[in-house]
């Protein structure tokens, strides 16, 4: 009777605390990550990795929120934001950094201009994404 939109919730994926996951994760939606993900993460809206959580594997997304550990790469839209507890090791490309004291990252940083991608993607033109997977990962 009547059409509704299938719109993502704000929240629609948690991986929890006690939970370990192998393999990629894929949403339309925000995820929020507690546990431990071996795999890269593509999220259309933000990602949340807390103090508790920590992923080895790629992350892709609007915004990210790091508190706990990543070993791979970030590219984000708009806002990466390392929290004082957050260790990030690997490559990021995002719009906007900000980083507490006491956050870790070693890596290299480019910084991406949105509206020249946005611009690049209507006319057809496909940039393809720099940053390369990181396979062999060490602790």
């Known amino acids: 009777m009547f059409n509704k939109k299938n719109t993502p919730l704000a929240m629609d994926t948690v991986i929890g605390e006690f939970t370990s996951f192998v393999g990629n994760i894929e949403s339309e939606g925000s995820?929020?990550?507690?546990?431990?993900?071996?795999?890269?993460?593509?999220?259309?809206?933000?990602?949340?990795?807390?103090?508790?959580?920590?992923?080895?594997?790629?992350?892709?997304?609007?915004?990210?929120?790091?508190?706990?550990?990543?070993?791979?790469?970030?590219?984000s839209k708009g806002i990466l934001h390392l929290m004082a507890q957050a260790r990030l090791y690997g490559d990021i490309e995002v719009a906007s950094l900000v980083t507490d004291e006491g956050a870790i990252f070693q890596g290299s940083c480019r910084m991406i201009e949105l509206n020249k991608t946005e611009e690049e993607t209507s006319n057809g033109n496909h940039k393809k994404n720099r940053l390369k997977s990181k396979s062999n990962l060490e602790d």
């Open 31 to 75: 995820i929020k990550i507690l546990g431990k993900v071996e795999g890269d993460i593509r999220a259309g809206g933000d990602i949340y990795i807390e103090p508790t959580a920590s992923v080895v594997g790629n992350l892709y997304g609007s915004n990210a929120y790091i508190s706990g550990t990543i070993k791979g790469n970030i590219l």
